[in-house]
C-alpha cells in the first residue's frame, strides 16, 4: 500500500513567502508611522512660530498705531520715521520701519521695511578638521 503525504516542499515556500510578506508590511507600516510622527512635529513647530510671528506682527500694528495718534497730536511733519522690534522667537526679531506721509491733508504711514532678522550674532563653526596641505 502506498502512503499519500503531503508534500512538504509546498507548504514550506508558501510559509516564508507569507512570513517575508509580513515582515515586510511590518516594516513599511513602522516607517509610515515613524514619517507621521514627523510630520506632526513638523508642522506644530511651524504652526507655534506663525502663530508667534503674526503675534508680534500685531503687537507691532499696535504701536504704529498708538504712534500715528501721537504724531497727530504733535503735528509731525511728513517724512518722519519711526522703528519697532518685536521679538518673535528665541533668537528672531521682527524689524519694521515707517514713515509718515501726508496726502490731501491726510496724515498715514509708508512701511518702508517689514524684515523678520536673527537677533544672535553669527559666528562661523570652525570645529571641522581640514586638510591644509603638507
Request: glycine letters at 6%; hydrophobic letters at 45%.
Amino acid at each position: 500500500m502506498r502512503k499519500k503525504g503531503m508534500p512538504v516542499m509546498n507548504v514550506g515556500i508558501s510559509l516564508l513567502i507569507l512570513v517575508f510578506m509580513t515582515l515586510a508590511l511590518l516594516t513599511f507600516s513602522v516607517l509610515a508611522l515613524e514619517n507621521a510622527v514627523a510630520d506632526k512635529r513638523l508642522s506644530q513647530k511651524a504652526a507655534d512660530h506663525t502663530t508667534a510671528y503674526y503675534a508680534a506682527a500685531d503687537r507691532i500694528q499696535e504701536q504704529i498705531a498708538d504712534r500715528m495718534q501721537e504724531a497727530e497730536e504733535q503735528d509731525l511733519a511728513a517724512g518722519t520715521q519711526f522703528s519697532f522690534e518685536e521679538e518673535v522667537a528665541d533668537g528672531q526679531m521682527l524689524t519694521v520701519s515707517v514713515v509718515l506721509t501726508e496726502v490731501d491733508g491726510e496724515k498715514g504711514f509708508d512701511v518702508t521695511r517689514w524684515q523678520l532678522r536673527s537677533s544672535d550674532e553669527w559666528e562661523a563653526d570652525r570645529s571641522l578638521d581640514v586638510y591644509q596641505g603638507e
